[in-house]
């Protein structure tokens, strides 16, 4: 708990309320709290425990369904706000960037991910991931501390991390297109264990030396991997490919 740093002015929107233990502390310590569950089942039984709290909201929605401002605006509250949750390995991606995407994003999360999961995230170059770097755009990722298995009953088979996510006040890099930005970054990581030159010439069915001289021209090397690259580079890389078509797929026609 002490991790949010919350204070008796915040609003939190905690995902995943489950039975609702980190709830009722959330509740104890905030100002206003929406908690979002997708059990209808456990909607219930929490609108029973929580009658009593007038500063709690229960919306029962599947977070990927509405945005943050219709949740808020659901409950009554208003921006800013944090985010609380414990997130499952399926859906902790696109929770995540559901978040850090929205018009209206969080001024920070405080998330329990698998231990795996954080590790990715705040990775630096060398060990760099998809999912890092969707993160590392918007916001600043710290892995606060490690939670062992028998901290949960019944005990899972892996360990977990909670991590702080700050957002920035602007992207790390500059982009034209976002969605186009990490549909490249796809590119480059479809295939990690090859050099990047062969992966992009796989994905956007481009001529191996084509990539290699548009990534040498970027100042990229082109033997290094996907994940040996930060921001910065991905960036620089986005721009000298911005410009060329994607080529043709093995076997297609060519007009």
């Known amino acids: 708990m002490a991790a949010a740093a919350l204070s008796p002015e915040d609003t939190v929107v905690e995902v995943g309320a489950g ?18 569950e997708v059990d209808e089942g456990l909607c219930g039984y929490l609108r029973r425990r929580f009658e009593s709290h007038p500063n709690l909201s229960l919306v029962n929605a599947d977070i990927r369904s509405m945005t943050p401002s219709q949740l808020l605006a659901a409950a009554g509250a208003q921006a800013p706000y944090l985010v ?108 990690p264990r090859k050099q990047l030159r062969n992966a992009l010439s ?3 069915a481009l001529d191996p030396e084509t990539v290699a001289s548009l990534m040498t021209g970027a100042g ?18 986005y721009r000298a490919f911005a410009g060329v078509p994607p080529g043709k797929e093995e076997g297609e026609e060519r007009r």
């Open 220 to 237: 990229v090397d082109p033997r290094l991997r996907a994940q040996a690259l930060g921001l910065e580079e991905w960036a620089l890389l």
């Open 19 to 36: 039975l609702g233990v980190l709830t009722e502390q959330l509740a104890r310590r905030a100002r206003n709290v929406v908690a979002v």
């Open 202 to 204: 796989h994905a956007l």
């Open 84 to 191: 609380v949750a414990n997130l499952p390995f399926y859906i902790a991606a696109p929770v995540l960037r559901h978040f850090l995407e929205a018009s209206e994003p969080p001024a920070r999360l405080v998330v329990m991910v698998q231990k795996e999961v954080a590790e990715s995230i705040v990775a630096g170059p060398g060990r760099q991931s998809l999912l890092g770097l969707s993160v590392q755009l918007y916001a600043s990722p710290r892995l606060l501390f490690t939670v062992p298995p028998s901290a949960f009953y019944p005990p899972p088979k892996v360990h977990s991390a909670v991590l702080r996510i700050d957002m920035r006040e602007r992207p790390a890099v500059a982009v034209d297109d976002r969605e186009r930005f990490f549909r490249f970054l796809r590119a480059g990581f479809s295939a």
